[in-house]
């Protein structure tokens, strides 16, 4: 069954943010609310960089390349299969989103997850069995470039519990996707 059109004028949602933000979960929410597939980024890393990450050394961003561009043509097939997708991917460099979008070709709505440290790293400690280990959180925020005067990006506070943070992102997405009609902007993804 073709989910393609279920987003639309969107073609993929992208939550991002540092690691620990909420990513996989809000991500894991919308896929549910909208009946589309889930993908994680993380499930795309290579062996070797998991291991970098799992022993305390962040990715270079040239390590980090080949990982968004699998991403890419991850989206771009699924799209192709008619599939709708949400992606849980930290995005935290302005090139990777840039390389996100062209090289999946899609026209994305990404989600900016937003928070104070101090949750961001209790919710990292209180986390268990993931590669990525707390003491990488600094390395994350100094790594983000945040997503200002990017126009396919929109704010989501992870403070309220999940179910409210989910709520408020569909109401965003919805409000996000209605402009983006009005504005004509529907007929965009006809060509991609």
Request: net charge negative; charged share 20%; proline share 7%.
């Amino acid at each position: 069954m073709s989910t393609a059109g279920v987003l639309a004028p969107v073609q993929a949602i992208v939550t991002m943010g540092v690691s620990g933000s909420g990513k996989s979960l809000l991500a894991r929410g919308l896929a549910e609310h909208y009946g589309v597939r889930y993908l994680d980024a993380d499930d795309f890393h290579s062996p070797q960089a998991r291991a970098r990450m799992a022993s305390g050394q962040p990715l270079t961003d040239e390590m980090r390349k080949p990982w968004v561009a699998a991403l890419g043509a991850a989206l771009r097939e699924h799209a192709d299969q008619g599939e709708a997708v949400v992606l849980a991917f930290s995005g935290l460099r302005a090139a990777h989103r840039a390389q996100l979008r062209s090289g999946s070709g899609l026209r994305l709505l990404f989600l900016f997850l937003q928070g104070e440290p101090e949750l961001i790293a209790e919710r990292l400690r209180a986390r268990a069995g993931h590669f990525m280990p707390p003491s990488l959180l600094d390395s994350q925020f100094e790594a983000l470039q945040a997503p200002e005067g990017e126009p396919d990006v929109l704010p989501v506070d992870i403070a309220p519990p999940p179910a409210q943070m989910i709520a408020a992102a569909v109401e965003a997405i919805e409000a996000y996707r209605a402009a983006a009609i009005s504005a004509g902007d529907g007929d965009r993804t006809a060509s991609n």
